[in-house]
DNA sequence: CCACTGACGAGTG
DNA sequence: GCACTCGCCAGTG
């Protein structure tokens, strides 16, 4: 397993975050098959930005906060507004509620956990 | 090679 | 709920 193909992994399962959905980044470390590499997660995809075709906007905290970026970037603000334009929304805390948007890949057959409304 | 940093997370008090 | 610690790993100087 390369760290190429690590990133490629990565890459894959944001990718597969549909619209309106957000996955942490421990999530999607997990689903990439590198549990507990949720840095390497948020550092690849600082990479990646919006460098390609990947919906790095859906990528969120345990807290289901937006991840303050160094530099000064007005790029959380971006995020926010593209996930709010997706039916995301936030709270007075300005944290989403996980358990009505988070994605869950496994519901994705059953539908029954998948409810979104509210 | 070592030290430090960074879009994180789980555990502890 | 908040502050702190430790674990993880790639990049950079």
Known sequence: M???NSYREIYSVVARIPAGRVATYGQVARLAGMPGHA????????AVNDHGPIPWHR??????MISPRSGGD??????RLLLEKE???FDEHG??????F???PLDTANK???????
């Open 59 to 64: 990528v969120v905290n345990a807290k289901g």
């Open 39 to 46: 840095r390497q997660v948020g550092y690849s995809l600082s």
């Open 87 to 89: 039916g995301v929304s």
């Open 74 to 79: 007005h790029m959380e603000l971006v995020q």
């Open 95 to 100: 944290r989403i509620t996980l358990p009505h």
């Open 112 to 118: 029954r956990t998948q409810r979104v409304d509210e």
């Open 102 to 104: 988070q994605w869950r």
């Open 2 to 4: 390369t760290t190429a």
